[in-house]
């Protein structure tokens, strides 16, 4: 296992239990973590944060039990069981509303979630649970949201008319929310919105998508090479803070040795997506053994995965919009898309805008005034936060 930067025991730990076996060496390796002092609290309130804590519980039962806290144990059975009843309560919902969409003759596709855990670790209790993704053609968006809101979903927030054609043109989803649960469908209709700049669009992956089981019933979901590169965008675009999307891909990657890297690598060149997913393969690489075809011959993506894993367990995302401008000039095949991406996301109203102040109709231009003004709050901080830990 490769060292931290900064050492620490427990992120070492969170480290090695990150995967969906433990050879020989990595239940060692936890054996010999777990006879230091750990601090437990922060083992599970870290794991909960990078979405570790099913991985943490089945692989430290399976390798250290003896030397986990019983009280730790205890904790982690509860944690465990009660994703299990979300995961399966979620899979129930989805398969629900996969087969609403279905039967009305929409083309619809499960990603993320529950169908990657069990792409990626076999088991699909093996993530934390979280929301229900769908794709869906952008014209069939007005009928899929019929057919939720009559299963008792609701678009959150209510959009007005012109809102609603502002975020049907400049983003790529919108959550809908059932109160029993507080069950989520986010409802895309392409796979990341214009103020990211990504050239696989949502109709290439519709053309040739793969069927798997879920659950027991066979659903339509997007095949491996296009997970490898939507999974390499989704993690670029939300600057990697969470471990298990680097672990679920690594899995993902181990668990599909029929993969045609020539493909996913022209079709990331075609997306402008080449140093993206050299960054996904690195951070792989730099967090797991599993060994991939990176495409690095400068090595800045290598270096951007290293500094990666160091700041990982320490950085804080509270201006995650704002890192992001800066941090797409780095990860984009062409500055030029990076400059639009900035400049989209400075000045395209989003949900947030829209929540923060309700404007009549004929005044909705104004969001795109409105947007860079709330903005100018965040950025002001963020420089003030950098300059303060520079000096």
């Known amino acids: 296992m490769k060292q931290m930067g900064d050492g620490r025991p427990e992120n070492e730990l969170l480290i090695a239990v990150a995967r969906r076996e433990l050879d020989p060496m990595a239940v060692a390796v936890v054996r010999r973590l777990l006879r230091q002092s750990i601090d437990w609290d922060y083992v599970l309130a870290t794991a909960f944060s990078h979405g ?9 039962m399976i390798a250290a039990r003896d030397l986990v806290p019983v009280d730790v144990v205890g904790r982690l059975k509860r944690e465990s069981v009660a994703n299990s009843q979300s995961v399966l309560h979620l899979i129930g919902k989805q398969l629900k509303v996969y087969r609403s969409l279905k039967d009305a003759g929409i083309r619809v596709a499960i990603f993320k979630g529950a169908v990657l855990a069990q792409m990626a670790y076999g088991e699909v209790s093996l993530r934390q649970a979280g929301d229900i993704d769908l794709l869906i053609d952008r014209a069939d968006f007005a009928e899929a949201r019929s057919l939720l809101e ?6 959150a927030p209510r959009l007005t008319d012109a809102q609603l054609a502002s975020h049907l043109a400049f983003h ?11 069950t989520i469908v986010d409802l895309h209709w392409n796979l990341a919105p214009r103020a990211f ?6 109709d290439e992956v519709m053309s040739r998508l793969q069927k798997v089981s879920l659950a027991g019933t066979e659903i339509d979901t997007f095949c491996d090479e296009d997970m490898v590169l939507y999974l390499a965008m989704h993690g670029a675009k939300h600057l990697w803070h969470r471990l298990e999307w680097i672990v679920s891909l690594a899995e993902l990657i181990r668990a599909s040795p ?6 996913v690598l022209e079709r990331a060149k075609k997306a402008h997506a080449t140093r993206m997913l050299a960054l996904a393969l690195c951070l792989v690489e730099a967090f797991s053994d599993v060994e991939t075809r ?14 990666i894993r160091d700041r990982i367990f320490t950085q804080s995302h509270t201006n995650e919009s704002t890192e992001t401008n800066l941090y797409n000039f780095r990860v984009m095949d062409r500055k030029r898309d990076a400059l639009v991406s900035a400049l989209r996301a400075l000045f395209v109203p989003t949900l947030p805008d829209w929540q923060a102040l309700a404007l009549p109709a004929p ?3 104004l969001y ?7 903005l100018s709050k965040s950025y002001l901080w963020y420089f003030l936060v950098r300059g303060h830990r520079r000096s």
């Not at 009559?150 to 678009?155: A, I, W």
């Not at 700049?197 to 949502?202: A, K, S």
């Not at 495409?295 to 800045?300: F, N, R, S, T």
């Open 150 to 155: 009559s299963l008792g979903y609701e678009m």
């Open 52 to 60: 570790l804590v099913p991985l943490l519980q089945k692989n430290l």
């Open 363 to 365: 005044l909705h231009p």
């Open 294 to 307: 990176i495409l690095d011959p400068q090595g800045a993506m290598r270096g951007m995965a290293l500094q």
């Open 172 to 182: 790529c989803e919108v959550p809908f929310m059932r109160d029993e649960w507080f």
């Open 197 to 202: 700049v990504f050239g696989l669009e949502g």
């Open 368 to 374: 795109y005034a409105y947007r860079p003004l709330r």
């Open 258 to 263: 029929t993969m045609n890297w020539d493909v």
